[in-house]
């Protein structure tokens, strides 16, 4: 594969003399051989910084209230289950494939 890199043409001269050095330390990292070729392009100095993604997590949806009838399905369903751990998890996952979307 092909390594595109970006600089400014002051340190365009310095990273094309490391372009061997580059590219054994990355195949290095990777175990192979994954690029075989670095590609230097020239940019101004300007656009690095603008344009720039603020990274923050979507925001969170409240979960949906289960429908009252698929609650009373699935206690319903899990009510003979003596054990109270098993019987409650039984509940749960009556719940989850009741209120699944059918398409």
């Known amino acids: 594969a092909t390594l595109t890199l970006l600089t400014t043409g002051a340190h365009a001269p310095v990273l094309q003399a490391d372009l061997p050095r580059l590219i054994e330390r990355v195949n290095a990292c990777y175990g192979y051989a994954a690029i075989s070729r670095i590609r230097?392009?020239?940019t101004a100095p300007t656009g690095f910084a603008e344009g720039q993604v603020a990274f923050a997590p979507a925001p969170q949806k409240e979960p949906s209230q289960p429908d009252p009838?698929?609650?009373?399905?699935?206690?319903?369903?899990?009510?003979?289950?003596g054990d109270d751990a098993l019987r409650t998890a039984l509940e749960m996952l009556g719940r989850n494939v009741l209120s699944r979307s059918k398409h």
Do not use: F, G, Y
């Not at 009838?69 to 289950?81: G, H, N, Y």
């Open 40 to 42: 230097i392009t020239q």
């Open 69 to 81: 009838k698929v609650e009373r399905v699935a206690r319903q369903t899990a009510s003979q289950i």
